[in-house]
T-cell receptor, first 113, second 113 residues
Framework: DQQVKQNSPSLSVQEGRISILNCDYT??????FLWYKKYPAEGPTFLIS?????DKNEDGRFTVFLNKSAKHLSLHIVPSQPGDSAVYFCAGSITGTASKLTFGTGTRLQVTL | ETGVTQTPRHLVMGMTNKKSLKCEQHLGHNAMYWYKQSAKKPLELMFV???????ENNSVPSRFSPECPNSSHLFLHLHTLQPEDSALYLCASSQDPGRGVLHFGNGTRLTVT
């Protein structure tokens, strides 16, 4: 049972436009959600997170939206830049339990010139 | 040196070999993890150590044997692996209890022949 799903394996966006990456989850115990970014030959790096008590968190060009009733979150990147081309992983977490971080399969974003 | 360092970056081994992967973190974290990333699959949690005690063994075959001699070092000992064990093995660290903000190393690309 895949508790975190990223249904779009890839996304192509033009430079300067908005990138929207989507993620759905099934585990109602998740109280914290995270996005990680991964370049080839590197490990994932933490990008942005959101607590389940919020519906939006913004950090520069990156904004994460959470819709708890729909069990859906999305990552918006505005404006998209070529350096944003990477694989983005969504993850759900249960606070206080080191092992309870569950990842999606990732979405490969390509930002074209 | 900062962050999480993994060695070697690449490893090719035969099915009868014994090898070890090494991970070292310089972040002062108290939890360390091994993850496996196979193509088109979510990151799979293998082992978690918190305060040097193993707190999770996620149904991993016994041919994978972790060792955590102190809070800064983590090893994954490999023996009699199968070709399907070929994958990217990622080490991560975090502060536990926490919210799942993991800091990853760049991984070891393992090929079993």
């Amino acid at each position: 049972d895949q508790q975190v799903k990223q249904n779009s394996p890839s996304l192509s966006v033009q430079e300067g436009r908005i990138s929207i990456l989507n993620c759905d989850y099934t585990n109602s115990m998740f109280d914290y959600f995270l996005w990680y970014k991964k370049y080839p030959a590197e490990g994932p790096t933490f990008l942005i997170s959101i607590s389940s008590i919020k519906d939006k968190n913004e950090d520069g060009r990156f904004t994460v939206f959470l819709n708890k009733s729909a069990k859906h979150l999305s990552l918006h990147i505005v404006p998209s830049q070529p350096g944003d081309s990477a694989v983005y992983f969504c993850a759900g977490s249960i606070t206080g339990t080191a092992s309870k971080l569950t990842f999606g399969t990732g979405t490969r974003l390509q930002v074209t010139l | 040196e900062t962050g999480v360092t993994q060695t070697p970056r690449h490893l090719v081994m035969g099915m009868t070999n014994k090898k070890s992967l090494k991970c070292e973190q310089h972040l002062g974290h108290n939890a360390m993890y091994w993850y496996k990333q196979s193509a088109k699959k979510p990151l799979e949690l293998m082992f978690v150590y918190s305060l040097e005690e193993r707190v999770e063994n996620n149904s991993v075959p016994s041919r994978f044997s972790p060792e955590c001699p102190n809070s800064s070092h983590l090893f994954l000992h490999l023996h009699t692996l199968q070709p399907e064990d070929s994958a990217l093995y990622l080490c991560a660290s975090s502060q536990d209890p926490g919210r799942g903000v993991l800091h990853f190393g760049n991984g070891t690309r393992l090929t079993v022949t």
